[in-house]
């Protein structure tokens, strides 16, 4: 793991926290996670998420947009480190890849 996709996972680990509140896991969050089977976030949560990252990225990092480009089932398996992979290519791409 690089030590942008460290930042980022340690960032998206809290909003992921203040997003599921009491009902966050005691288990590390890592890039392995899943969202819906680890961490038992529905669409809710999903969307709050979303909320929240628009919020710390802007227009830089657009989750609608990347959640579109999978299939049914590749959501419902989604893990944390391509959500990590994808905040870390979009600020690459709009150069501020470094924070």
Do not use: C, K, W
């Amino acid at each position: 793991m690089t030590t942008a996709q460290a930042s980022t996972l340690a960032e998206l680990t809290e909003m992921i926290n203040a997003v599921l509140g009491d009902f966050a896991t005691d288990q590390p969050v890592t890039m392995d996670t899943t969202f819906r089977d680890d961490l038992g976030m529905e669409s809710i949560d999903v969307v709050s998420l979303a909320g929240r990252l628009q919020a710390r990225y802007g227009d830089t990092v657009n989750f609608a947009h990347f959640v579109a480009q999978l299939d049914l089932e590749t959501v419902g398996e989604l893990r944390v480190g391509q959500l990590v992979e994808h905040i870390d290519t979009s600020l690459a791409a709009a150069g501020a890849g470094d924070r």
